[in-house]
C-alpha cells in the first residue's frame, strides 16, 4: 500500500449542520501521499450535475499541477 499511497486518492461527501440548522453537503477529496486534503464544494441540495462537475474540478486541478488522473478499468 506505501507503494501506491501517491496515487491513491479518496472522495466522500460530509454532512454537516449549520447553527440555524441547515444541512449542507460538502465534497472533499484526500490525496494519500501527501494527506493532503480538499474541499471541492458545498451545497444544501448535491445533484447529479452538481457532483460531476466538482469531480470534473478535481481532475483539472491535478491537471493545473502536472498530474494526470486515470481511471480503473470497470
Request: proline share 4%; with cysteine; glycine share 6%.
Amino acid at each position: 500500500m506505501r507503494a501506491q499511497a501517491d496515487a491513491l486518492l479518496a472522495c466522500d461527501f460530509l454532512e454537516t449542520v449549520t447553527l440555524s440548522g441547515a444541512r449542507i453537503y460538502v465534497f472533499a477529496a484526500i490525496e494519500h501521499g501527501s494527506r493532503r486534503s480538499r474541499v471541492m464544494g458545498a451545497t444544501a441540495h448535491p445533484t447529479a450535475s452538481w457532483v460531476v462537475q466538482a469531480a470534473k474540478n478535481l481532475v483539472l486541478d491535478f491537471e493545473d499541477v502536472g498530474c494526470r488522473a486515470r481511471f480503473p478499468d470497470p
